[in-house]
T-cell receptor, first 112, second 115 residues
Framework: DAKTTQPNSMESNEEEPVHLPCNHS???????IHWYRQLPSQGPEYVIH???SNVNNRMASLAIAEDRKSSTLILHRATLRDAAVYYC?????????????FGKGTRLSVIA | DVKVTQSSRYLVKRTGEKVFLECVQD?????MFWYRQDPGLGLRLIYF???????EKGDIPEGYSVSREKKERFSLILESASTNQTSMYLC??????????????FGDGTRLSIL
C-alpha cells in the first residue's frame, strides 16, 4: 500500500470545524482512501472511505483532491469526544482483506 | 453492531510465563488480526488468520504464536513472556475477501505488563 503523510498533531476549539489533511502523492488509481480514528483507551474505529468523489456520512466528510494526491477529513463541529488519533490509510481495491497498515496518524486535541 | 471482545483489559504476568490473550467476535467474520501498539511505533501486525486453522505471520511474529480452532475465536500466545512484550494488544476482525470494501472492527485492547 502507498504511503501517507499526516501532521503529528492538531488542535481545535469545540464546536468549530476541523480539517485533517493527508498527503498521498504516490497513490495509485486503484487505491481507496480510508480513515480510522482511535479514541483514548479504545481500539481504532472506521470513520469513512472514498475513491475519487467527496463522501459524507454521519461521522465526517471526506474531501479528495482532483489529482487524488491529497485528501482532507472534515469534522463539521468538533466535540470533546472527537479528541483522538486519526489515521489516513490507503488500500488497493485488489488487496482483498489483507490487514490494515497504520501510520502514526494525527493526534487531534479539542479545547472546550 | 459488530462486537469484538478481548478477554481482559489489563493483565500482569511474570517473565517466562506462557500467556494467552483471547479474542472473540460475534459477527461470523472470516478474518481476524492481532496487533500490538507501542508509543512512538504505532500499531504493528503480529499475526492474522483468514479462516479456521489458518494463520499468517505479520510484521513482528517473533515470540508469539496464535490459535484459531473456531471461527469466532482467535488466541494470541506468548510462549515465554519477556519484558519487551509489555504492550497494548489489539484484536480485529473483518468479513471475507469477496467484498470490495470491508472495514476492520477492533476490540478495546488488552494492556499487558510483563514483570
Amino acid at each position: 500500500d502507498a504511503k501517507t503523510t499526516q501532521p503529528n498533531s492538531m488542535e481545535s476549539n469545540e464546536e468549530e470545524p476541523v480539517h485533517l489533511p493527508c498527503n498521498h502523492s504516490t497513490i495509485s488509481g486503484t487505491d481507496y482512501i480510508h480513515w480510522y480514528r482511535q479514541l483514548p483507551s479504545q481500539g481504532p474505529e472506521y470513520v469513512i472511505h472514498g475513491l475519487t468523489s467527496n463522501v459524507n456520512n454521519r461521522m465526517a466528510s471526506l474531501a479528495i483532491a482532483e489529482d487524488r494526491k491529497s485528501s482532507t477529513l472534515i469534522l463539521h463541529r468538533a466535540t470533546l469526544r472527537d479528541a483522538a488519533v486519526y489515521y489516513c490509510i490507503l488500500r488497493d481495491v485488489n488487496s482483498g482483506n489483507t490487514p490494515l497498515v497504520f501510520g502514526k496518524g494525527t493526534r487531534l486535541s479539542v479545547i472546550a | 453492531d459488530v462486537k469484538v471482545t478481548q478477554s481482559s483489559r489489563y493483565l500482569v504476568k511474570r517473565t517466562g510465563e506462557k500467556v494467552f490473550l483471547e479474542c472473540v467476535q460475534d459477527m461470523d467474520h472470516e478474518n481476524m488480526f492481532w496487533y500490538r501498539q507501542d508509543p512512538g511505533l504505532g500499531l504493528r501486525l503480529i499475526y492474522f488468520s483468514y479462516d479456521v486453522k489458518m494463520k499468517e505471520k505479520g510484521d513482528i511474529p517473533e515470540g508469539y504464536s496464535v490459535s484459531r480452532e473456531k471461527k469466532e475465536r482467535f488466541s494470541l500466545i506468548l510462549e515465554s513472556a519477556s519484558t519487551n512484550q509489555t504492550s497494548m494488544y489489539l484484536c480485529a476482525s473483518s468479513v471475507s475477501r469477496d467484498r470490495v470494501f470491508q472495514p476492520q472492527h477492533f476490540g478495546d485492547g488488552t494492556r499487558l505488563s510483563i514483570l
